[in-house]
């Protein structure tokens, strides 16, 4: 049995990431294993997004940590990547004249934190973004000019790289399916009948987080997969797509954005599911493609490639990161919602500085992100004397 000091468990972008951080940390000797279910990493939500590095997007904390993410992606070390992991996009959230003041007081709420982020007058809207009809743009919109769209593959693979060259080892088609604790060290067991060691366990299988805390013994943290759903579609004949940023509506009820050469749409559904391999419905692609329509002038005559992933959120759409209150060694990186890329570069190096002890980066908690609002120990009832 190989033995191993933490075992990641899941190689989307969260587990990457974390093992990025982790296994340079670790003293010699210290190794780092993660073990993926799918024969390819990434196969589940990590290779199901929409791309968008938008720093407005998600709640005060989740924000903070994709700042703190923006600077890793903008300036990442050298042999990370050969290319820019982010490329320039904008977003607008745009809506109709009876959300105006809504819309003006979460464009002054961003700017706190992103000082670039202002309300756009309709005329201003348009001129940005001609595809968008008047009436949707009635009310304005949140200009995000430093949104961009990020390189997910070259994200991941720059993490695992990285990983690698510090040790670190990536098992696939290793599906995890039981959990001992004895003597302080793991005994994980693997569905072809292998099993591996480990002092620590590194919770980062996405949709699956609670059924792994279940393995090891833990309270659920209440995680809810959500069903989104994504298509793509052709850009009308001779349109220039470059500058034309991402239209999202102020309801987040629809958005579009350009993608290489065409548009990818999405309905920006949250349907509960239960974790699986989520598959697109024709009624979600279809009611996205109504609303897209009305709010644009864009005809969508074929869909050219549909999907869907699962953003899986706790209660408070936060990230949860720290270790379980009560299971020794069983590390949480799970609850990434709509936000894992565009915070993993930040979460997985939190995530390595709690595991080991170390308490929050300095950068990232003076942005106001609190270790007690990530901790798992959040959903823990308080103990109540009788
Ligand atoms: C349509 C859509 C649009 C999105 N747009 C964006 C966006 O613009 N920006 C952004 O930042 N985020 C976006 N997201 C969210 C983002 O994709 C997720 O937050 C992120 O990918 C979650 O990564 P993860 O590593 O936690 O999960 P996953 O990528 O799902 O990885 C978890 C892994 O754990 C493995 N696993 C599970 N159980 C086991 C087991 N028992 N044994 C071994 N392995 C196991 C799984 O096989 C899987 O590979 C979007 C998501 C969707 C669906």
Not at 145 to 161: C, N, Q, R, T, W
Request: one cysteine or more; charged letters at 20%; a negative charge.
């Amino acid at each position: 049995m190989q033995d191993f000091d933490f075992a990641i468990i899941g190689a989307g972008i969260a587990g990457v990431s974390a093992a990025y951080h982790l296994a340079p940390q670790l003293a010699s000797g210290g190794r780092v294993v993660i073990l993926e279910r799918e024969h390819v990493p990434a196969y589940h939500t990590t290779g199901r997004s929409a791309a968008l590095h938008s720093e407005t997007y998600g709640n005060a904390s989740i924000r903070a940590i994709t700042v703190a993410s923006g600077r890793f992606y903008r300036q990442p070390p050298a042999g990370f990547t050969d290319h820019p992991l982010l490329t320039p996009r904008g977003a607008i959230v745009a809506g109709r004249a009876e959300q105006e003041a809504a819309i003006k007081a979460a464009a002054a709420d961003y700017a706190q934190l992103v000082p670039s982020v202002r309300w756009l007058d309709p005329a201003e809207v348009l001129h940005l973004q001609p595809l968008l009809k008047p009436e949707a743009a009635s009310g304005g919109a949140v200009f995000e000019p430093e949104a961009d769209d990020m390189d997910v593959a070259a994200i991941h693979a720059g993490f695992l790289k990285g990983a690698r060259a510090a040790g670190g080892v990536l098992r696939l088609n290793a599906e995890v399916t039981a959990l001992d604790r004895k003597d302080g060290r793991w005994t994980i067991r693997l569905r072809d009948g292998e099993s591996v060691s480990a002092a620590n366990i590194v919770n980062a299988s996405g949709a699956w987080a609670d059924v792994l805390g279940a393995l090891a013994g833990c309270a659920p943290i209440g995680l809810v997969p959500k069903r989104r759903t994504a298509f793509t579609f052709d850009s009308p004949q001779g349109l220039d797509l470059t500058h034309l940023p991402m239209v999202i509506d102020f309801d987040e009820s629809f958005y579009f954005k350009p993608e290489v050469g065409q548009f990818l749409g999405s309905l920006a559904d949250e349907t509960p599911s239960p974790p699986c391999d989520a598959q697109p419905e024709e009624i979600d692609v279809a009611t996205a493609v109504d609303r897209i329509e009305t709010a644009s002038t864009l005809t969508i005559r074929r869909i050219k490639n549909k999907w869907a992933g699962l953003r899986s959120f706790v209660a408070d759409k936060s990230l949860v990161a720290g270790y379980d209150p009560k299971v020794e060694g069983f590390f949480w990186l799970a609850g990434q919602g709509g936000y894992g890329i565009q915070t993993a570069a930040a979460a997985g190096r939190l995530a390595t500085n709690l595991a080991l002890g170390k308490g929050l980066p300095v950068d990232i908690a003076s942005l106001g992100v609190a270790e007690a609002a990530l901790s798992p120990a959040r959903f823990t009832a308080p103990f109540t004397a009788k």
